[in-house]
């Protein structure tokens, strides 16, 4: 059977796991036999008392969303069944697990892709309705420049910088707009190029830790935007460290990764980890929308701009975050050509 199946007896002790169970909770039927629920299963959703409850009524219910803690291992989210069975004439209780993480997983990344492109074109029409009243507002205000005085041009000038500094604030809202211009290359060079610029400029004396694997083949990417969509997120692990911290910068070849909704077999991941506060849990989903910061006195453009440049590349930038760690997730689709021509 594909679904975990364990039998409870009347005291919510364990008296059976399927092969299936013993995979998902990484122990064997010998080692989980006799152990209580709530010792296996540490603060999860379903308690003693709403299993006691069906074996008194006989009445099954289902759960489709169960975050369950394996004490000492891991935690998943799964669908459960549970319900009320009779051996040797006496009651048991029988649950059933799904593990739903992968397929829960692939809907929030598909729901946040979708209001991410939502409020990227909201914003870009916004923009755009800005910039074409802010072009007549500057030529109006360089005219009436050459009509008057030295002393009055203090004023026209204030109009005509203001209105630059929004003109350039809106073109950086708007994102790259060029198509990159793509060649296989080693990732570790654009890596090592954006540790080269950051240790550079490094009063917090920051130590960047590089952990590559060298056996990651060439990669398509635009060097120039792939550098920057890196920077950026760096940069931003460099303002909410402290002094003295460590920025680890990860690469490694993962399968089997769901990339913009399809199951892509090989990707390269670059991975960068910091051990800060972490990014408050209201701002998680909305990280890379426009305008979101975690600081006081960010733009929260950085990482609008790093998630547009990945998806030209057809990749993901996604984070995991809470306190005392944070970490931005590259992917980049690879195929057996990039492995054949190394």
């Not at 809106?170 to 793509?182: A, C, F």
């Not at 080269?196 to 060439?218: A, E, G, M, T």
Request: with cysteine; net charge negative; glycine share 4%.
């Amino acid at each position: 059977m594909v679904t975990a199946v364990v039998i409870l007896d009347h005291k919510l002790a364990i008296q059976y796991a399927n092969p299936a169970a013993e995979a998902l909770l990484n122990r064997s039927q010998n080692k989980l036999k006799n152990l209580a629920f709530e010792i296996v299963f540490s603060n999860s959703s379903i308690d003693n008392e709403r299993l006691r409850q069906v074996m008194v009524t006989g009445q099954e219910f289902t759960d489709s969303d169960v975050l369950l803690h394996i004490a000492g291992s891991h935690q998943f989210t799964a669908e459960i069944t549970v319900s009320s069975v009779e051996f040797d004439r006496q009651s048991h209780i029988l649950l059933e697990f799904k593990k739903i993480d992968q397929q829960k997983q692939i809907s929030i990344e598909v729901f946040q892709q979708q209001q991410w492109e939502s409020a990227r074109d909201l914003i870009r029409g916004l923009a755009h309705e800005i910039k074409n009243p802010l072009g007549g507002l500057r030529g109006a205000a360089q005219l009436l420049h050459k009509e008057l005085s030295s002393g009055q041009q203090e004023y026209t000038s204030m109009i005509i910088e203001q209105a630059d500094r929004l003109t350039n604030l809106v073109d950086r809202l708007l994102g790259p707009n060029q198509l990159p211009n793509m060649t296989k290359q080693n990732i570790h060079l654009v890596l090592e190029k954006v540790n080269q610029l950051v240790s550079f400029n490094n009063p917090k004396k920051i130590k960047f830790i590089r952990d590559y694997d060298p056996s990651i083949p060439d990669v398509e990417f635009d060097q120039e935007k792939m550098q920057q969509a890196i920077l950026n997120i760096v940069n931003n692990a460099v303002q909410a460290v402290e002094d003295s911290s460590h920025i680890y910068f990860k690469t490694r070849v993962t399968s089997n990764q769901t990339i913009n909704g399809k199951r892509i077999k090989l990707s390269a991941q670059i991975s960068i980890i910091d051990h800060g506060p972490g990014i408050p849990p209201h701002i998680q989903d909305t990280l890379f929308y426009p305008m979101v910061s975690g600081r006081p006195n960010g733009t929260g453009l950085g990482l609008s701009i790093a998630q547009t440049l990945v998806n030209q590349h057809k990749g993901k930038l996604s984070c995991d975050s809470y306190p005392g760690r944070t970490e931005f997730t590259i992917l980049l689709p690879l195929t057996e050509e990039n492995f054949n021509d190394n």
